[in-house]
């Protein structure tokens, strides 16, 4: 019983679903407008649903593995891209911060961990007439012990080609740099960067699709998450066309 009720009653993807299926039934015989509506429809029940979108994503994102090793001898820059925060005062740094930005801050600051003579740059603007975003990153890493000498604050981008742009302009005399953002954004990220003239070592984090050793389960019970999974891919895929358009 629990099962049907957590999985289903009171889940709004299968109500979703069920007014999806009725919405094809009533229209598919009302014409070629009909017709392209039940189709609409039909991809939204089928975006329900995890085993494509994860395959999908999964794909994006095994492109580049987990940093688990250090195998050259300098220390380059980590810089961790921007993904929100809130500037919430009744909070503690670590804890304004989003799941996406937590994700990858915890990943700068284990890679500092591992190569402390490196500074962490941290990446992103906020709101005009509040704090950064990357000044919130830099209050959370100081909570986890790294000190202010090691820590570099860019608080002017508001998206990755400003990212890329503004440490090209900091670190002149760069030419690696540790680049920490989502496995699913890395791609992307990757091309940016080497578009100013950087070398990025991929770190990538936040990964989306993480398979369980004992096999999926519940594949086939209608989720929301499925959906934000392909807004997601959808984010990316323009992004690589704006980019492939236009340049930086």
């Given amino acids: 019983m629990n099962f049907l009720i957590n999985k289903f ?40 649903f995890d085993p494509l979108s994860y395959l999908v994503v999964e794909r994006i994102e095994q492109k580049h593995a987990v940093l ?33 930005s937590m994700a990858r801050c915890l990943e700068g600051y284990r890679i500092w961990k591992k190569l402390p003579e490196s500074k962490l740059v941290l990446s992103s603007a906020g709101r005009e007439g509040f704090i950064s975003q990357a000044e919130i990153y830099a209050s959370a890493v100081k909570e986890w012990g790294v000190p202010d000498s090691a820590i570099v604050v860019v ?25 920490v953002t989502s496995a699913l954004h890395m791609g992307r990220a990757i091309k940016i960067f080497k578009a100013v003239g950087l070398e990025p070592i991929p770190a990538p984090t936040e990964f989306r699709v993480k398979r369980h050793p004992g096999g999926p389960e519940n594949q086939w019970v ?26 930086i």
């Fill in 68 to 100: 688990s090793f250090l195998p050259w001898g300098e220390t380059p820059p980590i810089l961790v891209l921007g993904s929100g925060g809130t500037p919430d005062d009744r909070l503690m740094p670590s804890q304004q911060l989003t799941a996406h």
């Fill in 155 to 179: 608080t002017t981008p508001t998206n990755t080609i400003e990212e890329a742009k503004d440490f090209r302009k900091m670190f002149p005399q760069e030419n690696g740099v540790i680049l």
């Fill in 222 to 247: 209608p989720n929301i998450e499925s959906l934000i999974l392909w807004e997601k891919v959808a984010h990316e895929v323009l992004g690589r066309i704006y980019f492939r358009l236009f340049g």
């Fill in 9 to 48: 009653l009171i889940n709004p993807a299968f109500w979703i679903l069920i007014f999806a299926l009725i919405g094809i039934a009533y229209s598919f015989k009302k014409g070629i407008g009909g017709k392209v509506f039940s189709f609409a429809l039909l991809l939204l029940i089928l975006g329900l």
